[in-house]
Structures are given as structure tokens and as C-alpha cells.
């Protein structure tokens, strides 16, 4: 149950606080002040928008519309017919599928306590529909389609999600959520309110060494405890307490990884959502390979050493000595994480904001460093299915168990190895958004964004009683959109701090970034 | 999302040299390199290589069973190189090799370039191109190389095919364990050498079961987990064999399906039915999957004209191979059901309700493989 009144209660008693010594007013300004520019394909027909957009414009636009057409656009829903957007949930006595809004508000349904990890928020799982609601209509001059120069205008004002975490203090309170038992789960763990989303970096922080009969147990529970042990004392500025814990209760054949502790302390991330009503990869990328789906989630983040910023705001002029900090990386999303296909790109001190442009690709919009064609970059089979392990392939055994039609297989596999390349596109042709630099030629295309900020501080809180309103929106644990037995899945609104964090780690691993704080 | 699987990618968006993307793996310098800032792109940078140095990215696991190579490259090559071959890439120190062979500097409107000719070595065959490619002065060139165990090698420069080889070590596997960026000369070299200048680096490779593990791409639902049974081993055995008959036909008639090319030869490297065969079979696959993602049954008709259309050109150009690889691949099938029937297995009952356009797309098409078999033997 999003029992929401109780994520805000446990919230305001832990005070939660994600953004340290940064009050709500200096993470806006970090947040529009480092926006990145960021150029999109000139035929891209949905642009980023808010969450609330995407839940709301649907209805906004059926209630607009001649009775004979609501009925067109109305979704069956167990047996119900519902104004878009529908929520329904698992309900096998309903017949498969429950409405939660049939005649009522979506807010309400928000708030409803039967509102479960089942959750489903759908417009139609439908390219024509979601484009009917969403999509760019015109080109810039006014044209029926885009072309480089004249690319589509975005429906709607473009806002794109930005939050601040700091990332000692994001794992600290995903801990404390995880000990409580205090929020409910999706199916595949993660908390059913999607502010906190997924972080999930304990294995980590820990690591074995020696012999396996030498290792002791030590479980989730009491990695968290020790997490939560050591943070605390690094809060209270305790070596002694830290090097205590150390010592005392991590146990034998077991380690702290230092890089991650010491990412965890020295960095903090400028997240930037950007939130797609629709992706539409289908229309751009190469068959078999394209996907489509209801809902879509990409973005970036910026990396920057949070001591710098406590430091500037300590100084005499906190304003100009925050916007005075530059990042130290840009990391970006590039479809899933397993394939290990994400960018990260260190940033020159002083040149950073000029550095910071992100090119978007059409239909999937992965958030690419470069314009131009990307060959996609696929690892995830192998990091999944090492080399030399044959591991069963669960289709194929399963399509031998259900009709061994076995020379079309093995023909159809010959055939699928001439598929070299899956390939996104991204152009410097289309709409430009956080420009600090365009040119001449390019102010046409130029296009204003509002940075829609997620406050997590101490001052304002999305779990403060005043941001009800945002927070059941940003909360929605569901999936943001519906599967009609065809089309892929719609994703879950999962902020990447995880994600980022792993990335990074990467490139520490690497020696590419030195996470030794400064003394 | 791609059959293929990216090893290795280098795009140089920063100033370090160890930023890439890959599979686990470390990479070694011979002597720590240099960059500059890329002449091209905006932002990103070039990786400098002299004579005697070279970047080797080792992978924690080898790619074992590999059976195509792509390399992608963006390169300066300089002009003044102390020996008649730059090496470029190497893979398992030789196993794949990708270099140019020094040529004539023609000098026109105060542009120079080289003529150049590319030498590819891979499964235990060299090719050197004969036809020279122009190499332009302190500008890159992006070169794109693929191979296959069907014998199928090309060459692109410049985003444009330049040369392809049929019969390029047909059949060759071997295991990958190590690319090298920038092979070092051999011989007595000068104490200072020009720079060869990377601005991408990109390495896919196909294992012989990566195309297996793709089918998981038509299926629009979760497969089932199921119990490691002998069955399944024998399933994955079977297939294997199976793929190894069709890879053994389809190189039987490779040679009427295309020819050796070179940019400025008016024909293309395919024949008729070379094109019209890969087409259709590329076109089938597009059809297939769009029909498992739209359940547009109209597609799925599309799809079987377009596989009986590849089908029948593949037939036709080795009757007696289509028929006895069929044979072959029945008794596989027979032998295969003779020892693990649908039973024990109930769990698949709800999923194959959900992929039955699929079984059903499947089932049809051996029927009409089995008709082409039978009409050739009338």
C-alpha cells in the first residue's frame, strides 16, 4: 500500500535530508545553473516533459473532446471503461485487472490504499495514442515533418527532473528504510515509493578476502548495521569509533572497499530526468532489435566533490562560490545498465560548462557525448554469460521442449548472426535546450526548459505535508505504462543514483578518478 | 539488442587513455601515452601512438568459439613511418591482424595523400588489397573491417564499402583474448617516430551461440526458468549441430552468392540472387520480429513469402547439399525427440499460449523447408 502519510511521517522523523549542507534554494540554483545543453533528433516527436504532464494532459485533453470521441479513447480495464489515464492493479477476482479511477480523480487513486507493486498507470500501450496526446505536431517554421534545421517543436514546454543527493546520505537513508521494513516493496525489492528509488550499493562497500572456510557470514542485515555503524561515526567525526567499528564488527574475511567508502563521502551527483511520454525506437532503429513502450526515462548526471560546495557555503559569498565549483564528470544513460553501454567523460576544470553537451537519440533517446551514429554498445551477454560457459539458453530450451522445429532454427540463427549493428542517431540538426553558447544559425532551434527540482533538503522536503501534491506523483511506484501482450514493457520511474554510483565506480576501479578525499 | 557483442570501445570523449568501455579486461601501454586534442570533433581527443609503443587490452575471460570480427577505427596515419607496414590492430598477437602497406605520396592544390594498401590477416589467411586507398594528410580515416566464418570479408573506408573477398577462411574459429591498439613496427627503429593518432577504437565480436541467445529478442514474454535437464543440454548439443550444417551449406554456395570486389569495379560484389537472397533473409527476420511485437498477422504472412523466397534461391543453387543437410538435421531431430518428448514440462503450458504466433511461424516454415526438399528430389 503507498500509504503516503506514512512515507512522509517516517520521513520527517529521520529527517530525511539528501542535499547536506544545501538548502533547497542553492540545489535549484546548481540545478539550473548546470544544466546541460542538449540536442535532439530533428524528427523526435516527444520531448522531455513533467511526470505531472505525463499523468495528467490525457485527461486534461479527453475532457475536452465531443462524446463519440471519449468513447473512442476510454480503456477497458476489468471490464470497466475509464477515462485515460486508467490505474488499475493486479485483481485476479476482478478478473485480472482492477480500476482504481473508474469515477474518480487521479490524485485520489494516487492516495488509494489498494494502490500495490501491481500498479499500472497507462494512457495505451499505443504509439498512435500516446502521439495523439504527446507527440510534436509542427516543425519550427511550421512544417508537417522535421528536417535537419527545421526539426519538430516540442508539444509541450520542455522540464526536465532534477535532484541533488548526496551520496552518503542517500545510502544512509535507503538503510534506514531497508531496517524499518517501513516502506512496501515492488516485486523486485526495490521500495514501493520511487523518491528513494534504487541505490543498492552495499555488495560494494564490503568485500571477501581469504579463504572461503576462513570468511564468516555477514548477510545484508548486518552490512546494513555496520553501514549505518560507520556512518554514523563519520558523522560524529569519530576515528576512533570508525576505526572501531573496523576492527570490531565486520567480520573475519571480510573487508571495507575503501574507493567506494571514499566516493561515498567525497561525491554528490546534479541528477537531470528527462522524462519521455513515449519511447518510440521502433520508428528509427533497426529491426529486430527496436523496442517501443508507454513511458520513458533517460538522463544524466553531474558529478562534484561535495566538500567544495560545503565550502562555499561557508564563504562570505555562498552564491558565487557554489556556481564557482565545477563537476568533475559527466555521466549519461544509454538504454539498460546491464549492457554497459552508459558514458562517462572527466571534465576539464574551468572549460566545464562549455564541455557540457548531451546529444539525444531519436525514439530511444539514450543520452549520448558525441553527435552523429552510435553503433550501440552491447556487453551485457557476455558480462552475464562468461565466455566458455554454456549456460542454457532459456528460449531455445524452451522452444525444443514446445515444437523442435529444428531447422528453422538453426536457419534462423545463421540468419540473425548478418545483424552487425543496432545503431542510434543523433543529430546537431534538431532542438537545442539549455544552450549557454548556440550560434547564429542555431537560435531558431533554441528552446527553454525549466529544471522541475525534486526537493530532498532539510529545508523543503518532497515528504513535508505542504508537497502532498508532488509527492504522490513523484512517489507512483507502479509502472508508467501498460503492455498489451505485444508491446514491450513500460518502465518503473527509477532515478539512477545506483546506476550513476556504478558507472563511477567503474572508472575508479580504472584509476581514472582518484576518491581519496582531500585532508 | 544486437547479435553481435561489443568488446571494446575507445572514443576518447576525455584525456585519458584508459577511457574506455569493455568487457572486464586491463589495458597496458607499452610506455604511457600521449593524447591531443581530436582535429575533428569537438571536445574529444586522439591517442597518440609511436613505432614502439601499442596499447594491449587483455580480457579477464577470452571470447571463446569466435566466428566474426568487426573492427571500427578512426586513425591518422602519418606518412613518414620508419617501416612499409603501420600496423593498426592485432588480435591474439596475430590470430587478426588489420594494417596498411605503405605506398606513393601524390601531392595536387596544397592537399597530399597516400596511396595505401590494406593488408588483413584473420583465421590464418592475408589479404592485401590491391586496389590503393587514398590516405589523406593529418586528417583521419575511418575504417571499418567485418569478417565472417561464411568467408565473408569487407572492407569500408570512409563509411563507403572499398573492397570485399569471398572465401576468407571459410569455417575459421578461434578464441580472442587480447586486442593490441597500434601493433609497434618491427626492426631497427629511430629514436623518435611519428604518431599514429586513434580517435575511436571498436571491437565486436560474434561467438558461435551469441545468434542463439539473441532468438530471445522475438519472444514478447518471460521464458520460463527450467531445470537444467538432460533434455536441455541435449537441446542446446542438437542445435549446435544443426547451426554447424547450415553454416557448412551456406558456404557451399557462397561463391555463387557474391564475388571479389574492389571500389571502381561497376559490378557489385553480390550477384542477382546473392542480393535478392540476402534481402529476403534480412527482410524475413524484420518481419518476423515486427509480427512478435505488433501480433500483426498480415507481417507474419509477409515473413513466410519472404523465407520461402530464400529458401528456394538457397535450394536451387545446391539441390543435392539442401537435401542432404536437411536429412542430416531430421536425423538430429528425430534423435533428439526419440530421447526427450514435451513431458515433465508443464510449467511452458501458459507461456507457449503466449508465444503461439511465434510456435506457429516456426512450424510452418519447416514445413515449407521440408516441400522446397521434397520438390527438389520430384
Known sequence: MPDLTMFALFAQQRNFNLTGALSSQRVEL?????????????????????????????????????????????????GEL?????????????????????????????????????????????????????????????????????????RFPVEVGGECRMLLEVLKAEIQIAKAGAFPKRVDGLPLDAVMGEFAILHLLFFQVGKEEEVEDFTLASQQDVALLLIEAYENDDDEAFQ???????????????????????????????????????????????????????????????RLWEEAVESDNPQAALLDVDPVAIITSVHEEWQGADKFKLLSPDIARDDLTVWIAAGSHATYLQPGDHDLFNAGDVAFGLPGQKVPIPILAALYVLSPTIATLALLAVIAEHFQDAEDKTSDDGVIIGSQRSSEDQEDRLVGARVDVTPLSA????????????????????????????????????????????????????????????? | MAVWQSAFLHEFLDRRPEGYQAVPGNIHYRKYPSVTKSLKRASAYSLLLDADNSGVYTFDNAFEN?????????????????????????????????????????????????????????????????????????????????????????????????????GHAPGAVFDVKTLEIG????????????FRAFEHVYLKLLRDDDSTRALEHFVPADVPDLERSRCIVKAMETHKKSMDICRAFMNSIEPKLSKSWT?????????????????????????????????????????????????????????????????????????????????????????????????????????????ISEALNA
Not at chain 1, 561525491?267 to 537531470?272: D, K, R, T, V
Not at chain 2, 590491391?130 to 569500408?156: C, E, F, M, Q
Open chain 1, 30 to 78: 546548481l540545478l539550473n545553473a548546470w544544466l546541460p545543453e542538449a540536442r535532439f533528433y530533428e524528427e523526435e516527436l516527444f520531448h522531455p516533459i513533467s511526470l505531472d504532464r505525463i499523468m495528467r494532459e490525457p485527461r486534461r485533453q479527453f475532457d475536452l473532446e465531443e462524446e463519440s470521441v471519449k468513447a473512442q479513447l476510454r480503456l477497458s480495464v476489468g
Open chain 1, 82 to 154: 475509464v477515462p485515460p489515464p486508467a490505474i488499475y492493479i493486479k485483481d485476479d477476482e476482478a478478473g485480472g485487472k482492477r480500476a482504481l479511477n473508474p469515477d474518480q480523480e487521479i490524485d485520489n487513486a494516487l492516495e488509494n490504499l489498494d494502490l500495490d507493486a501491481s500498479g499500472v498507470l497507462t494512457h495505451k500501450a499505443d504509439f498512435d495514442r500516446s502521439n495523439r496526446y504527446f507527440g510534436a505536431t509542427e516543425s519550427i517554421s511550421g512544417g508537417a515533418s522535421g528536417v535537419p534545421g527545421d526539426p519538430m517543436r516540442p
Open chain 1, 244 to 306: 572501531t567499528v573496523i576492527d570490531n564488527d565486520i567480520p573475519a574475511g571480510w573487508l571495507l572497499n575503501r574507493a567506494t567508502w571514499n566516493a561515498l563521502i567525497k561525491y554528490a551527483f546534479l541528477e537531470y530526468n528527462f522524462n519521455y511520454a513515449y519511447n518510440d525506437y521502433h520508428r528509427y532503429g533497426d529491426w529486430p532489435w527496436v523496442n517501443q513502450h508507454e513511458f520513458d526515462n533517460e538522463g544524466c548526471a553531474l558529478v562534484f566533490e561535495r
Open chain 1, 459 to 519: 529545508d523543503r522536503n518532497i515528504y513535508d505535508n505542504a508537497l502532498r501534491a508532488q509527492l504522490r506523483v513523484r512517489s507512483f511506484g507502479g509502472r508508467w505504462g501498460d503492455h498489451d501482450g505485444s508491446v514491450n514493457h513500460s518502465p518503473h520511474y527509477i532515478n539512477k543514483t545506483g546506476r550513476y554510483f556504478r558507472r563511477l565506480m567503474t572508472e575508479i576501479r580504472k584509476g581514472n578518478v582518484d576518491p581519496t578525499p582531500v585532508a
Open chain 2, 66 to 166: 569466435v566466428i566474426g570480427v568487426l573492427v571500427d577505427l578512426d586513425v591518422r596515419i602519418p606518412f613518414n613511418w620508419p617501416t612499409p607496414r603501420i600496423g593498426l590492430i592485432s588480435l591474439n598477437s596475430g590470430a587478426a591482424e588489420i594494417s596498411l602497406l605503405k605506398g606513393s605520396v601524390t601531392t595536387s592544390g596544397g592537399s597530399a595523400t597516400m596511396d595505401g594498401r590494406f593488408c588483413i590477416s584473420i583465421g590464418g589467411q592475408q589479404e592485401i588489397i590491391d586496389t590503393p586507398a587514398s590516405i589523406p594528410y593529418r586528417n583521419p580515416v575511418r575504417l571499418k573491417i567485418s569478417w565472417h566464418t561464411n568467408g565473408r570479408l569487407s572492407i569500408w573506408l570512409n563509411k563507403k564499402l572499398f573492397a570485399f573477398r569471398p
Open chain 2, 183 to 194: 601493433p609497434p613496427a618491427t626492426g631497427s627503429l629511430p629514436a623518435r617516430t611519428p
Open chain 2, 263 to 371: 571500389s571502381g569495379d561497376p559490378d557489385g560484389p553480390s550477384t542477382q540472387e546473392g542480393r535478392s537472397a540476402h534481402t529476403d533473409a534480412m527482410e524475413a527476420i524484420r518481419l518476423l520480429s515486427q509480427s512478435m511485437t505488433s501480433g500483426n498477422a498480415a507481417q507474419s504472412g509477409e515473413y513466410l513469402i519472404r523465407i520461402s523466397k530464400f529458401l528456394n534461391v538457397i535450394a536451387s543453387l545446391n539441390p543435392t547439399g539442401f537435401k542432404n543437410a536437411l536429412s542430416e538435421i531430421t536425423a538430429l531431430s528425430e534423435d533428439y525427440k526419440a530421447t526427450c518428448g514435451r513431458s515433465g514440462h508443464e510449467e511452458l503450458e501458459e507461456f507457449s499460449k503466449e508465444i503461439e504466433p511465434l510456435l506457429n511461424a516456426l512450424a510452418m516454415t519447416e514445413m515449407r523447408i521440408k516441400e
